[in-house]
């Protein structure tokens, strides 16, 4: 293995990539609750404070409506900051200035102005967490005019999205699926490439069923993809990526090949990333159906304490009951 590549877990890839991005680029600052000092809640940052110094990588008090506000200011004047949201369930006092600043500052001032920030957060369920540390509320960001949403689904897609987020001339709410923070390792080659945002990934080749997922759901459904190729069965696995803006026009190939859909997400059922892309097939693709687009979801409840989080998380065997139930229509 060369210098530049690294055997590391998802949480290690956002920490290179960071690592990255400062080393190339001066004006990139990072801020948040004990991102400095002690490295981050999940050690995200970690070493970055001794590497670059105390203005760079700045721990700020347990004030969320502070560190979106200073993100925007900073923003707008030069700099590129990088915010960490401890986890994601204490984003909403954030939200005002996400959409009702950053998210508007390129329309505000007419092109004039843009605000390049990143908002980094550790999301979903899955580590026994307490309450407020769980919540998977992507669609909330996604419905909002002018804000990317991204999120990867492992080390190299961390390390090459959050590159293009931090480069992006928009701001991006980059949230990461800590339950599988540190399940896998991959090859990462810190090479400073960056990969497309506004673009799926295609993880399987399959002509039966197209999976369409994002996050920590992504391993699930790879899973329920091996389990169904068993039975005869060939999944194409789509890993979304980019949130918002999505790539519809690699689901609607991969859907208009294999007639079938699935869609898995953590997320509540309502209202969510899911039922987004179920309507837009229904618009563009109907005639290619050969059966109902289902989604498999978490329920419309607030995520439930460790003891019952495993009925709430969409499992691999409810994705492959699901697919067989569309094979069959």
Request: glycine content about 8%.
């Amino acid at each position: 293995m060369d210098d530049l590549s690294h055997e590391i877990t998802l949480v290690e890839a956002v920490n290179l990539a960071l690592s990255h991005e400062m080393s190339s680029n001066e004006s990139v600052v990072v801020l948040g609750e004990d991102v400095g000092t002690n490295g981050g809640v999940f050690r995200a940052t970690v070493d970055l404070r001794e590497r670059f110094g105390f203005k760079r990588v700045m721990d700020t008090p347990l004030a969320e409506t502070l560190i979106a506000g200073m993100a925007v200011g900073m923003a707008g004047h030069g700099l590129k900051p990088v915010a960490e949201i401890q986890f994601m369930g204490f984003i909403y006092a954030a939200m005002e200035h996400l959409v009702s600043h950053a998210s508007r500052m390129r329309n505000r001032t007419r092109g004039r102005l843009s605000c390049p920030l990143v908002i980094r957060a550790p999301f979903g369920g899955g580590i026994h967490a307490p309450e407020h540390h769980s919540e998977s509320t992507e669609a909330l960001f996604a419905h909002i005019p002018g804000l990317r949403v991204v999120i990867p689904s492992s080390p190299a897609r961390a390390y090459g999205l959050l590159l293009a987020s931090i480069r992006s001339p928009d701001p991006v709410l980059f949230l990461e699926p800590k339950r599988i923070y540190r399940i896998d390792r991959q090859t990462v080659v810190d090479n400073g490439q960056a990969l497309p945002l506004d673009t799926c990934f295609t993880l399987r080749q399959g002509e039966d069923i197209t999976l369409v997922s994002w996050g920590a759901s992504i391993r699930e459904s790879l899973l329920a993809a091996e389990s169904l190729a068993k039975e005869g069965v060939e999944a194409e696995v789509i890993d979304l990526a980019s949130i918002k803006p999505f790539d519809l026009s690699t689901i609607l190939n991969s859907v208009r090949k294999t007639g079938r859909c699935c869609i898995v997400h953590e997320a509540c059922r309502s209202f969510g990333v899911g039922a987004e892309i179920s309507a837009s097939l229904a618009e563009h693709a109907l005639l290619d159906l050969k059966a109902p687009i289902r989604r498999v979801t978490g329920f419309d409840t607030v995520m439930p304490y460790f003891k019952n989080e495993h009925y709430y998380l969409p499992s691999e065997e409810d994705i492959v009951a699901t697919c067989q139930a569309l094979m069959k229509f």
